[in-house]
């Protein structure tokens, strides 16, 4: 609440001249307006009513021009509507004055002045409102920081043929290791009776690992146990 005051207080010291003048020309205007009715059969509240409209129908109109302008509203002819009503508004008010004033150069002066007065003020308000606003500036990227890549995406893993085998990633365990699981054992014992039939001769250490993805310590010590074990019932 305290940081805003400041800024409060400078906003309002630089709109208050401007609103005080629009107060004024418009009180001025609208009693020459409230007289001109009176006089012309329009007494009581109804001549009230009639400067009402008039001095509300300018700020009406001189606030659709600034939403006009902010919107981007393309008018469809040389003059927009809202101007145009700014215009016979302030026409009207206008003769209002000039109606009251005194037969003369001076007097007729003096008379417009409230209605002038008023059209600067609004033009003065709106000019304000529909000003630009600063866009927010980019972040700068500081000079040396890496730019973030994509990560790519891992290239797709083409399945081997069978059920899922085992992964054996290290020679190590495979030579560590009292021999090959029996699942392993199993499906090697499928892949090599496959072979078998298909090609009619027994299944190569090379063959095995290609067809298994395994090493070729463990291909061999799986030939060996597909050699010394018997087949399963």
Known sequence: MTANAPRLAVRLADMA?????????????????????????????????????????????????????????????????????????????LAANLAQAEPSAWGWITAATPAGAFLIAVSMLERRASGPRPEPSPVPVPVGDAVPQPVPEPAALTPLPGPAVPAQNDDRNDRNAAGPAGALLDYA???????????????????????LGVSSQLASDLLRALHGSPEPA
């Open 189 to 211: 014992r499928r892949v090599a009776d496959e072979h078998h039939a298909r090609h009619g001769t027994p299944i190569t250490r090379d063959a095995l690992r290609a067809r």
């Open 17 to 93: 001249p401007v609103l005080i003048l629009a107060l004024i020309a418009g009180a001025g205007s609208f009693t020459h307006i409230r007289d001109t009715a009176t006089e012309h059969g329009q007494s009581g509240p109804m001549a009230w009513a009639v400067a009402v409209c008039v001095d509300l129908t300018c700020v009406m109109a001189a606030r659709e021009r600034q939403r006009d302008k902010k919107t981007g509203l393309r008018r469809n002819g040389p003059v927009s509507w809202p101007t145009l009503v700014l215009i016979g508004g302030i026409t009207l008010s």
